[in-house]
């Protein structure tokens, strides 16, 4: 990760560390066949997630037990990475960038969706679309009709609302000034959380959550740590906000959780290691995300409970590669 220009859009994963050096397999030249024949709609066992266990980074689904494991992109020229679920769960909406890219650089990013079977891939952000230097961190509205991303210039970029097909694109942010990423959805769908900055002159450490209805309306800046945070997620029951924090800097990331006004604010893993993206479960008690252990050289699976208890690692054994941003979807 550089110092003098740190990601703009922080989703941690494997490329943004130096990782210990292992063995890769070698992309498969088999021609692509849709891996989920006669599949529709994923079940609500499923979880989708990326890996670079081909060589560059491709989209796979699994069950929430870690097995069953079944890859749906098959394109060497791409990294496929930040699989969403649809909420009636036959689509999914992901990044591609050029390969060895992954979530490195922004400037090169473009959105897609897929069916849950691997076909019928479709482009749905052009790199540059509207004029953007940088896009990212799409993510689904609750009710399926819409999605949110990030997107403008590399050093003022803003939250948009657009259609699922990527048109008309609105912007909730409406130019305020600084970073405006890492967008998210409440459960119901009537406001977003996002990561901001509270002057213009913006460096990471200023990087803040706020709260945003989607109409432009109720702005509140959440969190006042002068923290890198990043990455704030609603539990689906809307009681409980989790996010990154970057406490000290260097590469410890941490997960934490407060309440909607921003009060109650505590860890939910803070050991030390490299923890990434939380991602909550249908139950609204335990939260999915990818991390590295003390030790460790490769991204994996894990989920902890809410409580902080409970830490599982899910895809075992634990594998000579990368393995990321899983996501459950809504039922």
């Keep these: 990760m550089s110092q003098a220009r ?5 989703s941690l994963a494997s490329s943004t560390i130096a990782l210990a050096a292992g063995t890769v397999l070698l992309a498969s030249s088999v021609p692509f066949t849709p891996a989920r024949a006669l599949v529709t709609a994923l079940p609500t ?48 909406l992901f990044l591609r960038t050029p390969p060895g890219i992954h979530d490195r ?21 052009a790199l540059g679309a509207y004029g953007w230097t940088i ?12 999605i949110v991303t990030m997107g403008g210039p590399s050093s003022n970029s803003q939250v948009y609302i657009l259609n699922v097909d990527g048109t008309n694109p609105f912007n909730v942010t409406n130019g305020r000034g600084g970073m405006n990423i890492d967008p998210s959805w ?14 213009f002159i913006c460096f990471v450490q200023n990087y803040e959550v706020y709260s945003v209805n989607a109409d432009r309306s109720g ?18 029951d809307g009681s409980t906000i989790t996010w990154l924090r970057n406490p000290g800097g260097g590469t410890v990331w941490s997960i934490f959780k407060m309440n909607p006004d921003g009060s109650g604010q505590a860890a939910v893993i803070n050991d030390g290691a490299v923890n990434s993206k939380p991602e909550w479960a249908f139950n609204s008690t335990t939260i999915w995300f990818h991390r590295i252990p003390s030790g460790g050289s490769y991204f994996n699976i894990w989920k902890v409970s809410k409580s902080g208890t409970r830490l599982v690692e899910v895809i075992l054994p634990r594998p000579a590669y990368n393995n990321e941003f899983p996501d459950r979807g809504t039922p």
């Design 6 to 10: 740190p990601p703009l859009c922080f």
């Design 135 to 146: 896009q990212g961190h799409a993510e689904w509205s609750p009710d399926g009709t819409k």
């Design 219 to 236: 702005l509140i800046r959440l969190t006042n740590d002068s923290t890198r945070d990043h990455d704030p997620y609603f539990s689906p």
């Design 186 to 199: 409440s459960p119901n769908g009537t406001n977003l959380l996002f990561i901001g900055c509270p002057i």
């Design 105 to 125: 650089d922004y400037t090169k990013v473009s959105t897609w969706v897929m069916n849950v079977d691997g076909t019928r891939l479709a482009q749905i952000l």
């Design 45 to 92: 066992n499923a979880v989708a997630f990326d890996s670079d266990r081909t060589g560059n980074f491709e989209i796979f689904t699994m069950n929430t037990e870690g097995t069953d494991q079944i890859q749906l992109t098959h394109d060497p020229s791409y990294d496929s990475w930040w699989p969403k679920i649809s909420p009636d769960r036959t689509k999914i």
